[in-house]
């Protein structure tokens, strides 16, 4: 019974839901991370917040871990911590988190401990490892791990996402990053 009670457990929480309003809030998302592209600090991971039942956005954040020298300031780690302190509350139960990439092991877990309802990521994380390290661990893994549940919805508009990796501006910056020397 044991083995039957983990493998429900472990069965990913995917959804095959990919809405007209899902597509609407990538593109949106999308559109704001490519203008970050055009900037001297090009930034290929955003992600936005939204309520899940209204599509009303909450709020937009990119990656800042260069500019914060801030492992953690991923985008998904950003948006969260800037909802919940303009909800005042720990809680994002009722919130939908869309993210250019399918959240790292760190991010999908800020996800959960957040109480979000929902995840909707476009690339990868293969995608993404193509061009910078990862935790190859898959977000609806993380999320079938855990007792919290946040149903994860992916890739959507995965060849979009995956463009703001490989746009000119995003590899001049990928090589200048990784020919730091480490000290």
Not at 81 to 90: E, I, N, Q
Not at 106 to 131: F, K, P
């Amino acid at each position: 019974m044991g083995d039957v009670a983990t493998a429900a457990r472990l069965t990913p929480q995917r959804s095959a839901k990919k809405s007209m309003q899902d597509i609407g809030h990538m593109q949106a998302l999308i559109a704001h991370t490519v203008r970050s592209l055009l900037t001297k600090q090009p930034r290929p991971f955003g992600a936005s917040i939204v309520h899940s039942k209204s599509g009303k956005p909450l709020l937009r954040a990119l990656n800042n871990t260069m500019a914060a020298f801030d492992p953690t300031a991923h985008a998904e780690t950003r948006a969260i911590r800037l909802a919940t302190k303009r909800l005042k509350k720990l809680s994002l139960a009722g919130y939908t988190l869309y993210s250019t990439c399918e959240p790292c092991p760190m991010c999908m877990s800020a996800a959960l401990w957040a109480g979000l309802d929902r995840l909707v990521y476009g690339a990868t994380i293969e995608d993404a490892n193509r061009h910078f390290n990862q935790i190859q661990i898959p977000a609806v893994e993380v999320a079938a791990r855990s007792d919290m549940r946040c149903v994860v919805d992916g890739p959507l508009l995965r060849d979009e996402c995956y463009a703001l990796f490989t746009h000119p501006n995003t590899l001049r910056a990928i090589r200048r990053w990784s020919s730091r020397k480490r000290k």
